[in-house]
């Protein structure tokens, strides 16, 4: 189905649940016409911002997490109620984001192995997003609403500009000037972040390269 098939389903489902119709057979329609959109986010996060849950032991793939992400989404559609695609893959966002985060919590909780062999990681190493990760992610809640929101539609799920614009309601150029401007805000508000000796890149380099669609 074509990405701007998916939005304009998603916003049907979504008004649907708006009114007067039992929310419960809805809700299940709106997630799984949204699965392959909802899967693509899952990937995207998991791969970018957690990427040792990928490997051993884990070796976690985005198909395990979804199912987890869907039941969290069931229950968080029980209460509220996303105006529009972007609120809806926002709450989506953050509920991959937990499911993630939980996961690489218990799995730096469990008893550290005994080494047989390969050097086994000690808990709280890199299951989880970076230091730096964690405060890229948290200067992006930070941004302006216009920028964030672009942004996020753009960089994090993945979504072509011209299709971010119909969901906004403003035009491809007008995405493409906010999605840049968030770069340089980000830049600005991180530019401590600095390649270190033996490196390149400025720090809206390393926070581009880390949101590269």
Request: hydrophobic share 40%; aromatic share 4%.
């Amino acid at each position: 189905m074509a990405a701007g098939e998916t939005t304009a389903l998603v916003q049907q489902f979504l008004d649907d649940i708006a009114g007067d119709s039992p929310a419960e057979p809805i809700v299940r329609s709106l997630l799984g016409r949204s699965a392959h959109r909802l899967g693509y986010l899952c990937a995207t996060l998991l791969h970018r911002g957690y990427p040792r849950l990928t490997r051993p032991p884990l070796n976690l793939h985005a198909d395990e997490v979804i199912g987890a992400v869907v039941e969290r989404l069931l229950k968080a559609l029980r209460e509220a109620r996303p105006a529009n695609v972007r609120q809806f893959f926002a709450l989506a966002s953050q509920h991959i984001r937990w499911e993630l985060n939980d996961l690489a919590r218990r799995l730096d909780e469990q008893p550290r192995a005994e080494e047989v062999g390969d050097e086994v990681p000690a808990p709280g190493g890199d299951s989880s997003l970076s230091p730096t990760g964690r405060r890229i992610l948290r200067t992006i809640d930070e941004l302006p609403p216009d920028e964030r929101d672009a942004f996020d539609l753009v960089r994090v799920q993945g979504l072509p500009m011209t299709e971010a614009a119909a969901v906004l309601g403003v035009s491809a150029t007008t995405i493409k000037r906010r999605v840049d401007r968030a770069l340089r805000l980000l830049a600005d508000l991180l530019a401590d972040l600095q390649p270190t000796e033996g490196t390149t890149g400025s720090a809206q380099t390393r926070v581009s390269d880390f949101w590269e669609v």
